[in-house]
């Protein structure tokens, strides 16, 4: 009994501080096929990738959500995040447009669509960082380029952490790319996770 009373005592002077920072802190990826990991064996994506690095670091203290579904365009990012808010995420990886390029799809939507969902987040407390998207020429360059501008221009408007190119040193390299020459194989991933982990590091809460 006095040792049940001794605990409940000590329960009850936790400050609200003590007992949030019990909470690990929670990364979501929010993305398509990329995020997702097309193509790939479980435990394979870049997203589960970073999180057995982190396990294998003892950061019990993160925890890591992989949002990506294949073939989502960015119209689906402000009702999907809605779903993960519940989830109460402490930041946001934001890695969405490439189906909308790849589709041709009205630059000037996306951008609003990736505007709504930085907002919302931002509106229910959740730090965002930004992965910019590059893709081929198929559109024509006005198009390319208008496609490629939106992301540092939304970065910059919302002083985000910004990675210019989730596929940095993957794309278009047949031997780290899938037979579609699009979605990262095995050894492409890991140098994706090892991008998004460099990206990562000023990002997340001191040990």
Request: charged fraction near 15%; charge should be negative.
């Amino acid at each position: 009994m006095i040792k049940t009373l001794t605990a409940l005592l000590l329960w009850c002077s936790l400050s609200p501080l003590t007992l949030a920072q019990a909470e690990p802190f929670t990364i979501l990826f929010l993305g398509d096929s990329l995020t997702e990991g097309y193509g790939l064996e479980d435990g394979e994506s870049f997203p589960s990738l970073i999180a057995n690095r982190f396990k294998a670091q003892g950061r019990t203290d993160i925890r890591i959500i992989n949002g990506g579904v294949s073939g989502s365009t960015s119209a689906s990012a402000p009702g999907r995040l809605q779903w993960f808010v519940r989830s109460r995420p402490d930041l946001m990886i934001l890695s969405l447009g490439a189906n909308d390029g790849l589709r041709g799809l009205a630059v000037t939507e996306m951008e609003a669509n990736l505007v709504r969902t930085i907002e919302l987040a931002q509106d229910n407390g959740i730090k965002v960082a930004l992965t910019g998207m590059l893709i081929p020429p198929n559109y024509g360059p006005e198009y390319t380029q208008a496609f490629a501008e939106v992301f540092p221009r939304l970065a910059g408007r919302y002083d985000l952490p910004f990675l210019p190119f989730l596929l940095i040193d993957v794309a278009a390299i047949p031997e780290l790319n899938q037979n579609d020459g699009i979605h990262p194989n095995v050894e492409g991933a890991k140098l994706v996770a090892n991008t998004v982990w460099d990206f990562l590091q000023p990002l997340l809460p001191a040990q």
